[in-house]
C-alpha cells in the first residue's frame, strides 16, 4: 500500500510540477502580501515611477504579445487565407488568455482594484487615452472569450449556442480587429503625455503607429513562436488537418513578419529623420536604442527573409524567438530605460523581487491554463461532431511542407 | 546633425525635406526586399 503511495507521489513529482509548484507557492505568499501590506510591501514604486514592472511587462508586453490573436484572424477571415483557418483557434487561445491575465495582473497593480469597473460603470473619462485603453480590452477581452468559446461547447457537446456563435465570426473578427487597432497604439499614446520625460530616441510624436505596427510583426511571431511549442509539447494533440497546414502557416507568417518589421524599422528611421534625433545615436542610450534597432528589429526581419527564401523552418522559429524578445525589449525601453531617464540613478527604478514573483506567477498561471484548455479542447484538431473544415490539398502556390522542428 | 534652427519653420523644411528624401529610399528598399522575400518561391512549387 505504501510503495504504491510512493509510485502515486513519484509519478507527480516531475521536474516540471515541483518548479510550477514552486512559483505558485511564491506567487500565493506575496499575493498574500500584496492585498494585505499594500504595494509599498511589495514594490519598489515611487511617485516618479507610478507604473513598474507589472505594467512593462505584464501590460504592455502581454497585450503586444497577444496580438496573434486579431493577426491570425484577420489573415484567415478578413484577408480571406483560409490556409491560416488551423492556426486561428490556437492564436485565438493564447490571445483570450494574455488578455485574461493581463486584466488578472492589474488587480494587482491597482491600488483599488476592486473599483476597475467604476471607468465605464460609475465614472467616465471619455477624453482619456487611458480610458480608451481600459475600454477597448474590456470590451476585446470579452470578444476573445466569445470568440473561444465554440471550443468549450464542442468539448461540452452542446451544439445550438455553438452553431449562433460560429456564424457571428465575421462580425467578431472585424469588431476584434477594430478594438485591437484602437488599443494597440493608444498603449503608444499613453506616452505621448510625458514628452519631457522621455529620451527623445524613443518619444515620438509616431509613438503610437510604433506600437500597432510592432505589435503586428509580435502577433505573427509569438503564433510561429508558441506553434513550435505547442509542437513540441501537445504534438499528439494535433489532427491531420493542422499538422498539414502548420508548415504553410510558419512560411506564410515569417514572410508577413519580415516584411512588418522592415516597414516598422524604416517608420523608426522616419521619426528620428523628422525630430531630428540623429545626434543622441553617438550617445550611451543612442548604443542602446540602436542594439534595439538593428539587432533585435532589422535583423530579424532579414533572418526572416533568409529563412523563407531558403525554406529554413528552424531560422524562422529562432527568429520569432528573437523578434518575441526585441518586443519586450522594447516595451521596456519605452516604460523603464527611457522614462525619467534624466534622473540621477538612485532615484531611477529597480523592481522588488516581490514584483519579478508575480510576473512569472503570472506567465505560469497562463501556461498552466493554455495546458488545461489545449489537452481536453478542440484546439490543435477539429471535434469529430462539428467538422467543418476539411484538409485541403496543397495547391500549386503554396510551399512544400518540411519536417524540421527547432533543429530535430 | 550639426544644423542651427532659428525657426520652426528652417526646422521643418530641413527634417520633411530629408524625410522625402528617404521615403524614395524606403519604398525602393522594401520593394527589393519584397522581391528578395519571393525570389525563390517558384523553386518549391509542387509541380
Known amino acids: 500500500m505504501s510503495t504504491l503511495k510512493t509510485e502515486n507521489l513519484k509519478q507527480y513529482l516531475t521536474p516540471f510540477n515541483i518548479v510550477v509548484g514552486i512559483i505558485l507557492l511564491l506567487g500565493g505568499f506575496v499575493t498574500i502580501l500584496r492585498f494585505t501590506k499594500g504595494l509599498g510591501a511589495v514594490t519598489n514604486l515611487t511617485d516618479n515611477y507610478p507604473w513598474g514592472l507589472w505594467i512593462s511587462f505584464d501590460l504592455l508586453c502581454g497585450v503586444a504579445l497577444a496580438a496573434g490573436g486579431y493577426t491570425t484572424s484577420a489573415a484567415c477571415y478578413v484577408f480571406g487565407l483560409k490556409r491560416f483557418h488551423s492556426a486561428v483557434r490556437p492564436a485565438i487561445l493564447t490571445a483570450f488568455l494574455g488578455y485574461a491575465l493581463v486584466v488578472f495582473a492589474l488587480h494587482y497593480d491597482v491600488g483599488r482594484p476592486w473599483r476597475l469597473p467604476y471607468p465605464f460603470f460609475v465614472q467616465s473619462g471619455p477624453t482619456s487615452v487611458l480610458f480608451e485603453v481600459g475600454l477597448c480590452v474590456f470590451l476585446y477581452l470579452i470578444t476573445l472569450f466569445i470568440e473561444w468559446v465554440p471550443s468549450a461547447l464542442e468539448w461540452l457537446g452542446i451544439r445550438k449556442p455553438r452553431d449562433i456563435i460560429v456564424k457571428a465570426t465575421l462580425a467578431l473578427t472585424i469588431f476584434g480587429v477594430v478594438l485591437s487597432t484602437m488599443h494597440q497604439s493608444s498603449l503608444g499614446a499613453l506616452f505621448l503625455i510625458a514628452p519631457s520625460k522621455m529620451h527623445p530616441l524613443w518619444y515620438s510624436s509616431y509613438i503610437p503607429l510604433f506600437f500597432f505596427v510592432s505589435s503586428i510583426a509580435a502577433g505573427l511571431s509569438m503564433v510561429i513562436f508558441e506553434s513550435t511549442l505547442s509542437h513540441h509539447f501537445m504534438h499528439d494533440k494535433m489532427d491531420e488537418t493542422y499538422l498539414k497546414e502548420h508548415d504553410g502557416v510558419t512560411y506564410g507568417f515569417a514572410k508577413g513578419a519580415a516584411m512588418v518589421l522592415v516597414l516598422y524599422f524604416f517608420i523608426k528611421v522616419v521619426g528620428i529623420t523628422l525630430d531630428n534625433n540623429w545626434s543622441y545615436l553617438l550617445t550611451g542610450y543612442g548604443a542602446w536604442f540602436l542594439v534595439e534597432l538593428l539587432g533585435f528589429v532589422a535583423l530579424p526581419a532579414f533572418l526572416y527573409a533568409i529563412a523563407v527564401r531558403e525554406k529554413n523552418l528552424t531560422l524562422i522559429r529562432w527568429t520569432a524567438a528573437l523578434t518575441v524578445l526585441g518586443i519586450v525589449l522594447n516595451r521596456f525601453n519605452v516604460s523603464l530605460v527611457a522614462f525619467n531617464w534624466h534622473l540621477p540613478p538612485e532615484m531611477r527604478y529597480f523592481p522588488r523581487w516581490h514584483e519579478f514573483v508575480i510576473s512569472i506567477f503570472v506567465v505560469t498561471v497562463g501556461l498552466l491554463v493554455f495546458r488545461f484548455i489545449a489537452s481536453r479542447m478542440p484546439i490543435f484538431y477539429e471535434h469529430p461532431e462539428f467538422k467543418e473544415h476539411e484538409p485541403r490539398d496543397l495547391e500549386e502556390h503554396e510551399l512544400k511542407p518540411h519536417p524540421q522542428t527547432w533543429g530535430h | ?47
Do not use: P
Open chain 2, 1 to 47: 546633425m550639426g544644423n542651427e534652427f532659428y525657426t520652426l519653420h528652417d526646422f521643418m523644411l530641413f527634417t520633411k525635406g530629408a524625410v522625402y528624401y528617404l521615403m524614395g529610399v524606403i519604398v525602393l528598399s522594401i520593394l527589393g526586399f519584397w522581391l528578395y522575400i519571393t525570389g525563390r518561391d517558384e523553386d518549391n512549387l509542387i509541380k
